[in-house]
Structures are given as structure tokens and as C-alpha cells.
């Protein structure tokens, strides 16, 4: 069920402000981390892993903004997922770099969106088996908040290693 736009404009705790600017604050973070980098360091795999920034762009788009905000959040179907174990990950040859940037920004916009007509204690409109067999209950938008910056946190770490790495820029979080 989703809140009215009057209950949520209502509802101005330092909580909802907290948990909004921490996430923004964390998509920030990420998209500097790339900002600045070429074609070929976007898709250079420099840890043993494999991953490229292009690909852990796409991941955040796909597993994260999308997934947790349109799907879970707003029942929105996941007729974008990608076939293929870790496909989430893969981009391309022929995608332009700017073009998977520029989806993880409209993914922010569409989440963005999404958060903004609901409350913080509003339930989601998917629930997935797999939360239960892994031990994890998402319950609101307020579990889902802390999860997408938890994953955006830990995914731009991952970038400010490479990143440095890459050409020795380092990113100070104050």
C-alpha cells in the first residue's frame, strides 16, 4: 500500500532526513569515483575478481536501485534482470560508457521517485522467499533504506581501492 503524498510530505523526521541524505550521499560517492575515467579504466578489471567500474555501475542500477526500490518497493515487474549468473554484472563491448552511467543516474531519478511518495514504516509491494531462507526481513521502506546504503557504501569502498589503483586518486569521506 502506498502512503499519500500529503502523510509523506508530512512526515519530516530527522530519520527520513538521515537515511535520504546518507543514501544520496553514498550515489555521490560512487559516481565521482568514476567520474573522470576512461574507456578503457571503466572497463579494465583490476581486482582478482574481474569486476570493471562499468559493471559494478550496472550491478548498482540493476540490483540495487531498480530491484529494492521498483520492484520490491513498488511492484514494479523485474522484466529487466538480465539472463545469466552475475549478468547484473556484465556490460557489453558495444554499450558506450556513458550510456550505463547515464542509467544509474535515471535509476536514482526513478527511485528517488518512488521513495518519495512513501512513507518510512510503508510495507513493500514484493515480498521474495529468499529473504527468509537467508535470515533477512525487509518489512518497510526503512529496512530497504538501510540495505541500498549498506550495498551503495560497500560498492563505492570497492571503487575508492580501485580507483586508486587505477590512477592513484584518492577519495576522502569526511
Not at 19 to 34: K, M
Amino acid at each position: 500500500m502506498v502512503a499519500s503524498c500529503s502523510l509523506v510530505r508530512a512526515e519530516t523526521s530527522s530519520e527520513r532526513d538521515l537515511l535520504l541524505r546518507r543514501l544520496a550521499g553514498q550515489r555521490r560517492h560512487v559516481l565521482d569515483q568514476v567520474e573522470g575515467l576512461g574507456d578503457d579504466q571503466l572497463r579494465r578489471p583490476v581486482l582478482p575478481s574481474g569486476w570493471t567500474c562499468l559493471g559494478l555501475l550496472r550491478h548498482l542500477t540493476l540490483s540495487d536501485e531498480r530491484y529494492w526500490f521498483g520492484v520490491v518497493m513498488a511492484g514494479q515487474p523485474l522484466d529487466f534482470w538480465p539472463e545469466g549468473t552475475n549478468a547484473d554484472w556484465l556490460v557489453r563491448d558495444d554499450e558506450s560508457a556513458a550510456s550505463v552511467i547515464s542509467a544509474y543516474r535515471a535509476a536514482i531519478d526513478g527511485s528517488d521517485a518512488i521513495i518519495a511518495d512513501l512513507a518510512l514504516d510503508a510495507p513493500p509491494a514484493t515480498h521474495e522467499e529468499w529473504w527468509a531462507e537467508s535470515g533477512q526481513s525487509f518489512p518497510d521502506l526503512r529496512t530497504v533504506l538501510v540495505h541500498v546504503i549498506v550495498e551503495t557504501a560497500t560498492h563505492a569502498g570497492h571503487l575508492d581501492a580501485v580507483r586508486e589503483l587505477l590512477d592513484g586518486k584518492k577519495y576522502l569521506s569526511i
